[in-house]
């Protein structure tokens, strides 16, 4: 089985940072595609950013110029740096993986969440 784990998320005040970061663990040959997802109170999930296998990205408006996506391959670890954060980055931060398996298939994972409160 293969596990997501976000760590990072907390009470930050408006204009702070905030590094996230998501291990993956378990039995696999790569991780393909990553990406972070926020859930604000009430709302629907959303995409926040995206990064391709050959570390291409992709970022939602809303983030654009204040949060960095990366990786570590040899480390399995995704990360997001939140820079110049808002109120409305308010939400419940989700790590996603596809993640390449031994069986030769490639799987979507969901983390479990981290939540990110910005709040004077």
């Known amino acids: 089985q293969v596990q997501l784990v976000e760590s990072g998320g907390g009470l930050v005040q408006p204009g702070g940072s905030l590094r996230l970061s998501c291990a993956a663990s378990g039995s696999f040959l790569s991780i393909n595609t990553v990406g972070w997802y926020r859930q604000p109170p009430g709302k629907k999930r959303e995409l926040v950013a995206t990064?391709?296998?050959?570390?291409?990205?992709d970022y939602a408006d809303s983030v654009k110029d204040r949060f960095t996506i990366s990786r570590d391959n040899a480390k399995s670890t995704v990360y997001l740096q939140m820079n110049s954060l808002k109120p409305e980055d308010t939400a419940v931060y989700y790590c996603?993986?596809?993640?390449?398996?031994?069986?030769?298939?490639?799987?979507?994972?969901w983390g479990q969440g981290t939540q990110v409160t910005v709040s004077s």
């Open positions: 990064m391709a296998t050959h570390g291409s990205t």
């Open positions: 996603n993986a596809d993640v390449y398996r031994h069986s030769g298939y490639t799987v979507n994972y």
